[in-house]
């Protein structure tokens, strides 16, 4: 086990609604976006991720433009991605604008690497779906020789190659922290402990201790590769109120309703009240009051030996008054509980 768990806090921001139960414009939920980051600076919280997507229940697609304005509201708290859609971006683009928010935040940038789990943005840019693993494998590769800072020199199948080329602005101190998210290929571990990045799991349904036998192939990969493992994090759903019951009962509405639209288009059968208590009591919703919640998140950091959790804090609908109430829960009392739990 870690001697330090980092706790995070991300949002895929999710169009909420206001007052009246109408969904507010994409305007104004990015702008409570910046304030609930705000909220988990203030409430010491270690890292806040911002998901990139490209459709209208999302309101963010340009996680740095927002994570730079909270960059300047803020003093401490890492500020990344969650994730950055590699396959539909270009490697350069993404490290000069991951520097720039480096820079602006006085050091505080990450970047987590994925193939995401929606797919609008490949025709919205213009990519083939088709090339959907060719695009990761080699624009990740091209990313890892940029995180070496210097002169590059490169050649891939899909653009055309890199003779001693400089990219700016360089990282000031050190390197750009990247992870690897993985929503559950092995190919993935592998991939992470391939390029020496740290791994964030991407834990959604389900008994999270089905995913240590991932954590064992990426310590395994390095063994064999050579080198040290690197950081593993965990990514989950979650929502905390005062007392189990409040939890339960305000985020099930808001949360159905967001997973049976998604769920529609995957086709997924409508979630029954059953299978949502099932993914609280024993799968990966953190769900519940600060005690429920700490334990939980306790019991998934010693089985797995992650060195960071990180909450997705937001679902549909569920208003920004109770996303507010949410991080100050997780980071005054969860936060405090399970650094008492564990040691």
Same mark, same amino acid.
């Given at each position: %086990?870690?001697?330090?768990?980092?706790?995070?806090?991300?949002?895929?921001?999710?169009?909420?609604?206001?007052?009246?139960?109408?969904?507010?414009?994409?305007?104004?939920?990015?702008?409570?976006?910046?304030?609930?980051?705000?909220?988990?600076?203030?409430?010491?919280?270690?890292?806040?991720?911002?998901?990139?997507?490209?459709?209208?229940?999302?309101?963010?697609?340009?996680?740095?433009? *927002?994570?730079?304005?909270?960059?300047?509201?803020?003093?401490?708290?890492?500020?990344?991605?969650?994730?950055?859609?590699?396959?539909?971006?270009?490697?350069?683009?993404?490290?000069?604008? $991951?520097?720039?928010?480096?820079?602006?935040?006085?050091?505080?940038?990450?970047?987590?690497?994925?193939?995401?789990?929606?797919?609008?943005?490949?025709?919205?840019?213009?990519?083939?779906?088709?090339?959907?693993?060719?695009?990761?494998?080699?624009?990740?590769?091209? $990313?890892?020789?940029?995180? @070496?800072?210097?002169?590059?020199?490169?050649?891939?199948?899909?653009?055309?190659?890199?003779?001693?080329?400089?990219?700016?602005?360089?990282?000031?101190?050190?390197?750009?922290?990247?992870?690897?998210?993985?929503?559950?290929?092995?190919?993935? *571990?592998?991939?992470?402990?391939?390029?020496?990045?740290?791994? %964030?799991?991407?834990?959604?349904?389900?008994?999270?201790?089905?995913?240590?036998?991932?954590?064992?192939?990426?310590?395994?990969? $390095?063994?064999?590769?050579?080198?040290?493992?690197?950081?593993?994090?965990?990514?989950?759903?979650?929502?905390?109120?005062?007392?189990?019951?409040?939890?339960?009962?305000?985020?099930?509405?808001?949360? @159905?309703?967001?997973?049976?639209?998604?769920?529609?288009?995957?086709?997924?059968?409508?979630?029954?009240?059953?299978?949502?208590?099932?993914?609280?009591?024993?799968?990966?919703?953190?769900?519940?009051?600060?005690?429920?919640?700490?334990?939980?998140?306790?019991?998934?950091?010693?089985?797995?030996?992650?060195?960071?959790?990180?909450?997705?804090?937001?679902?549909?609908?569920?208003?920004?008054? @109770?996303?507010?109430?949410?991080?100050?829960?997780?980071?005054?009392? *969860?936060?405090?509980?399970?650094?008492? %739990?564990?040691?």
């Amino acid at each position: %086990m870690p001697q330090y768990l980092e706790f995070g806090l991300d949002t895929f921001g999710d169009v909420t609604a206001g007052p009246d139960k109408s969904l507010l414009p994409h305007a104004q939920v990015i702008r409570n976006v910046i304030d609930e980051a705000v909220l988990a600076d203030e409430a010491g919280v270690d890292f806040f991720g911002i998901g990139e997507h490209h459709r209208a229940d999302f309101a963010v697609s340009s996680p740095e433009i *927002v994570l730079a304005a909270i960059a300047g509201r803020t003093k401490r708290i890492r500020l990344g991605s969650a994730v950055t859609v590699l396959s539909s971006d270009d490697p350069i683009r993404v490290f000069q604008r $991951f520097a720039t928010l480096d820079a602006a935040s006085n050091g505080r940038a990450e970047v987590i690497l994925g193939r995401g789990s929606f797919t609008e943005s490949f025709p919205l840019f213009g990519f083939k779906l088709s090339q959907y693993q060719e695009l990761f494998e080699e624009k990740l590769d091209l $990313f890892a020789a940029l995180l @070496k800072q210097g002169a590059v020199t490169w050649k891939g199948n899909l653009r055309p190659p890199l003779t001693n080329q400089r990219v700016f602005p360089p990282i000031e101190t050190g390197t750009l922290k990247t992870w690897i998210g993985v929503g559950g290929s092995p190919e993935s *571990v592998i991939r992470a402990a391939r390029y020496q990045l740290p791994l %964030m799991l991407a834990i959604i349904g389900g008994d999270p201790l089905r995913f240590k036998p991932f954590v064992e192939l990426y310590h395994r990969a $390095f063994a064999q590769l050579g080198g040290t493992a690197q950081a593993i994090g965990v990514h989950s759903p979650g929502y905390i109120a005062n007392t189990d019951e409040q939890a339960r009962e305000e985020l099930w509405p808001d949360y @159905k309703q967001m997973r049976d639209r998604i769920g529609a288009e995957r086709g997924w059968p409508a979630m029954e009240r059953a299978e949502f208590i099932s993914e609280i009591e024993r799968g990966s919703l953190y769900v519940g009051s600060p005690q429920t919640v700490a334990r939980k998140i306790a019991a998934t950091a010693e089985a797995l030996g992650i060195s960071r959790f990180t909450m997705k804090y937001s679902a549909g609908a569920l208003s920004h008054e @109770k996303l507010a109430r949410c991080i100050q829960l997780y980071g005054g009392s *969860v936060i405090p509980l399970v650094r008492e %739990m564990l040691g």
